[in-house]
């Protein structure tokens, strides 16, 4: 089989680390040490890239054919990233997951407080009004990443120069909804597309990863999101204890999900945000001859 270098490059909150973690478990993929290496990243915002050894050393198994990274944040890098990829990988495929963006922006706002970037007491009304404030310099910024809520789902804005740069043959799109509704028929496909025999996947199917699960203390939370980064290159060694210690973290640390917390207004307010790159987007798929997703309607 060919060398194939694999690249999930977007988007966040999106089912990329279940993605990420079913897939390394085919035994003729080899998982970068850490799922998220950031390595393309620099590209994004005018800088150069680490040595190519840099990223050579981040995959331990060199024999094995299909190597596996996911950094959801590359998808943002538009043409900058792309051709960093497109010069410095071998065969390059880049997997994109795209998920209807209100629930999207909402997951990702979560998520955010939950990896405590943000005051737990912010409402989603006034984030938002902190992110529009914000001009497209100002994203130029890695620190303002969590401001992405919104523009990070304007799908339109980047896709048109993936398939620019790397074809439409060298970028699968990946609907989460597929991913949640039957996520061991998608983990088959894109394993074929990658060249892979998915007769050879975990019998697991899809692992559900990354969950956006509040917490009772701050301090603790603090504390274990240290040690999860801190020790990822050796948990991504053995994902059956990493699995066990979030288990018992969750029940230790986590709580229910409050309902009702994001007012319908801000849901019919999002909404009206995302008709228009919606519009866009469903352009683009139907020129490619896509099919569309049952949230961008006919």
Not at 111 to 126: C, F, M, S, T, V
Not at 186 to 215: C, I, K, M, Q, Y
Not at 290 to 297: D, Q
């Amino acid at each position: 089989m060919e060398r194939v270098d694999a690249i999930i490059a977007g988007v966040n909150k999106a089912g990329t680390t279940s993605l990420f973690v079913s897939l390394s478990e085919h035994p003729d993929v080899v998982p970068s040490a850490v799922k998220e290496s950031r390595y393309f990243l620099p590209a994004r915002y005018g800088h150069p890239l680490e040595p190519v050894s840099a990223w050579d050393a981040l995959f331990a198994a060199a024999d094995r054919p299909v190597r596996l990274e996911a950094t959801p944040s590359y998808f943002y890098g538009g043409s900058d990233v792309a051709n960093a990829m497109q010069m410095t990988l071998t065969n390059p495929k880049i997997v994109l997951v795209l998920r209807e963006p209100v629930a999207r922006a909402i997951s990702f706002f979560e998520y955010q407080k939950i990896r405590l970037r943000l005051p737990q007491d912010l409402g989603i009304e006034a984030y938002l009004a902190s992110a529009d404030a914000l001009a497209d310099a100002d994203f130029a910024n890695p620190d303002n990443e969590k401001y992405m809520a919104v523009r990070g789902g304007r799908y339109a804005d980047w896709l048109p120069e993936w398939w620019e740069v790397l074809g439409r043959d060298g970028v699968k799109i990946v609907w989460f909804d597929d991913l949640v509704a039957d996520g061991a028929a998608v983990l088959h496909d894109v394993a074929t597309w990658l060249g892979l025999e998915p007769d050879r996947l975990s019998d697991a199917g899809l692992r559900s990863e990354n969950r956006t699960t509040p917490f009772r203390n701050a301090r603790l939370q603090r504390l274990a999101l240290a040690f999860n980064d801190g020790s990822e290159r050796i948990l991504r060694r053995v994902p059956g204890v990493k699995r066990r210690l979030r288990s018992w973290y969750f029940a230790l640390n986590g709580r229910s999900k409050e309902p009702g917390a994001v007012p319908d207004s801000v849901w019919a307010g999002l909404a009206e945000r995302f008709v228009e790159p919606n519009q866009r987007l469903g352009a683009l798929l139907d020129d490619a001859g896509l099919a569309r997703p049952a949230w961008l309607g006919s």
